[in-house]
C-alpha cells in the first residue's frame, strides 16, 4: 500500500483529465483562452484507466476527476464508467464548474459517479460572470447543480472560492442557500496557484473570518469529519438544516492528514499541489513499462512526498502551473 515517509497512508488520487476550460476564473486561469496542451500531449483514456487501476493495486480507493473542465473532454461518460468498474475502486467523484452538467448529470450517475462538486463563486448573475469572465454562464450552471441532484449524485457540494475583493459579501448568502436547498456550501481559502499571480495574504478571507460572518446569525455546530484526512471542517445549522465546509490550507493547514496524490493530464504525477517537481509517470508507460515498473516508480515518489505546502514560509516559491493545469 502506498506510504510515504512521515507515514501517511495515501489512497486518494486525483485525475485531470484536461486542461482546457470554457471558463477563466480569476484565481485560476489566464485571460487568454488558447493556453491549453496540444491534444497529442494529454494521456489516452486507456493510458489513464491502466495508471488508475495500477494505482487500485497500490491501495487508491478514491478517484476524483478534474481538470480543466473535465466534462469538456469527448468520451468522458464511458471514462468514468469505466473507472468505476476498477476493483478497488470504492468512491468516484467529479468536480466541474457545472455548464454541462444539465446535460451530462444523468449520464454520470449511470455511469457510477458517487457525487459530484460544483463551483459556483458568486449567487450574482453579473458578478458570477466577472470571477469566470464567462457571460451568461449563471443560470446554466444553477440549471446543472439542479440536474445533479435529480440525477441522485448528492450531496452536491458548492465550491466558493473566497477572494477579497470579489465575493467575500456573499458569505451569508451562500450559507443562506446551503439551507433552502439540499446542499453543501464549502468555502476554499484563495490559494497561490492563479495564473495572473495576483495571490497575496490580503486577499485570503480565513476560515476565522467565514465563521465569524455566519455564526452570529445562523450559529453553527461542528460536525464529525467524515475522515481523518477531510480537508474541510464540517458545520452545521444548530436548527439541523443544511451544512457548510470550510476548506482553509492557508490559515490551518491540513498537510499532517494529507492522503493526496494527482496525474495531470499530460500525465505528469504530482504529490502535492504545491509540488515544484513533476514525474513523467506518462512517459515511463509509454517507454514500455512493465505494471510492476510503473508501480515501483509510483512508490518511489509517493515515499518521497513533501511533508506540505509552504505557503506560510518567507521563502514561499508558487509552483510554475497554476490550478487549472495541476487540477483542483
Ligand atoms: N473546472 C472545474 C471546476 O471549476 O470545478 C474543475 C477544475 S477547478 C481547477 C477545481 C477547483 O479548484 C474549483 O473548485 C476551483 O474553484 C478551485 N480553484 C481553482 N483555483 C483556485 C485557487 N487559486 N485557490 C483555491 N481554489 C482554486
Ligand atoms: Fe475553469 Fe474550473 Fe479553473 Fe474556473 S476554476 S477556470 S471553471 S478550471
Known sequence: ???????????????????????????????????????????TWEEFLRLARI????????????????????GIIDFLARLSEIEGINDL???TNGYLLTEKAGEMARAGVRRVNV???????????????????????????????????????????LVRGFNEGEILGF????????????????????????WN?????????????IDPVFPLVELPRHEASETALRF????????????????????GQCSRIRVTADGKLRTCLFSLAEHNVGRVMRSGASDAEVQKYIERLVYHKEPGHRINEPDFVQPSRTMVYIGG
Open 1 to 43: 500500500m502506498l506510504q510515504d515517509s512521515y507515514g501517511r497512508d495515501i489512497h486518494d488520487l486525483r485525475i485531470s483529465v484536461t486542461d482546457r476550460c470554457n471558463f477563466r476564473c480569476v484565481y485560476c486561469k489566464s485571460a487568454d483562452p488558447r493556453n491549453y496542451s496540444p491534444h497529442h500531449n494529454l494521456l
Open 55 to 74: 494505482m487500485a493495486g497500490l491501495g487508491i480507493r478514491k478517484i476524483r476527476v478534474t481538470g480543466g473542465e473535465p466534462l469538456l473532454r469527448d
Open 93 to 95: 467523484a467529479v468536480t
Open 119 to 161: 463551483s459556483m463563486d458568486s449567487a450574482r448573475p453579473e458578478k458570477f460572470a466577472a470571477i469566470s469572465r464567462t457571460p451568461g454562464s449563471f443560470e446554466r450552471v444553477l440549471r446543472g447543480v439542479d440536474a445533479a441532484l435529480e440525477a441522485g449524485l448528492g450531496p452536491v457540494k458548492i465550491n466558493v472560492v
Open 175 to 198: 450559507a443562506k442557500l446551503a439551507r433552502e436547498k439540499n446542499l453543501v456550501v464549502r468555502f476554499i481559502e484563495f490559494m497561490p496557484l492563479d495564473a495572473d499571480h495576483a
Open 201 to 213: 495574504r490580503a486577499r485570503v478571507v480565513t476560515a476565522e473570518e467565514i465563521f465569524g460572518a
Open 236 to 255: 452545521g445549522f444548530a436548527d439541523g438544516k443544511g451544512e457548510i465546509g470550510i476548506v482553509a490550507p492557508v490559515s490551518m493547514p491540513f498537510c
